[in-house]
T-cell receptor
Framework: DAKTTQPPSMDCAEGRAANLPCNHSTISGNEYVYWYRQIHSQGPQYIIHGLKNNETNEMASLIITEDRKSSTLILPHATLRDTAVYYC?????????????FGQGTTLQVKP | ETGVTQTPRHLVMGMTNKKSLKCEQHLGHNAMYWYKQSAKKPLELMFVYSLEERVENNSVPSRFSPECPNSSHLFLHLHTLQPEDSALYLCASLANLGGNSPLHFGNGTRLTVT
């Protein structure tokens, strides 16, 4: 089973920041938090991942709380093309098969 | 372009047919994965291969038969499927097991079993 909890859906106005929350209260010390998104009929697209420090790349920022029990993905200026299902995934620790276990994700609707 | 190419993009097959799905990765990765995504359900892991060796089989029925002839290619052979096997089948690759690099996914094969 997925180790994360996300709201099923969110709306965001175009041009505004989209803040997507994720709870992972049972995360272990060596487990990373990964974010992917899936646009209809395409494969999941990698966005960002982190262990305990905040991370930023050209797509998004990832804020992880100090206790690592929750995180927030931030899309700084959402566009209509950011409408997708966003998955927060805790990666099973090292020494495993590298698999990702997906939950239901959050459907983000960016509105004009 | 994700670096992971899946063919065909769409496939319709009868329950008595035999078909194969193909996945090719151009990223120099050593691990490859098959996932299944049914309507309204999360992605489900089917198989994991590392260096052409199957390292995980997630209780998948024998009518799905994977093959990994080399680290760049992965196949899923299908036979005697059921209508409930209709789904999006996704392939992914990973540089190496045990690290923290991300999986890279293809855009899937949309399979319809009639």
């Amino acid at each position: 089973d997925a180790k994360t909890t996300q709201p099923p859906s969110m709306d965001c106005a175009e041009g505004r920041a989209a803040n997507l929350p994720c709870n992972h209260s049972t995360i272990s010390g060596n487990e990373y938090v990964y974010w992917y998104r899936q646009i209809h009929s395409q494969g999941p697209q990698y966005i960002i991942h982190g262990l305990k420090n905040n991370e930023t790349n050209e797509m998004a920022s990832l804020i992880i709380t100090e206790d690592r029990k929750s995180s927030t993905l931030i899309l700084p200026h959402a566009t209509l093309r950011d409408t997708a299902v966003y998955y927060c995934i805790v990666r099973v620790g090292s020494g495993n098969t590298g698999k990702l276990i997906f939950g239901q994700g959050t459907t983000l609707q960016v509105k004009p | 372009e994700t670096g992971v190419t899946q063919t065909p993009r769409h496939l319709v097959m009868g329950m008595t047919n035999k078909k194969s799905l193909k996945c090719e990765q151009h990223l120099g990765h050593n691990a490859m994965y098959w996932y299944k995504q049914s309507a309204k359900k999360p992605l489900e892991l089917m198989f994991v291969y590392s260096l052409e060796e199957r390292v995980e089989n997630n209780s998948v029925p024998s009518r799905f038969s994977p093959e990994c002839p080399n680290s760049s290619h992965l196949f899923l052979h299908l036979h005697t499927l059921q209508p409930e096997d209709s789904a999006l089948y996704l392939c992914a690759s990973l540089a190496n097991l045990g690290g923290n690099s991300p999986l890279h996914f293809g855009n899937g094969t949309r399979l319809t079993v009639t």
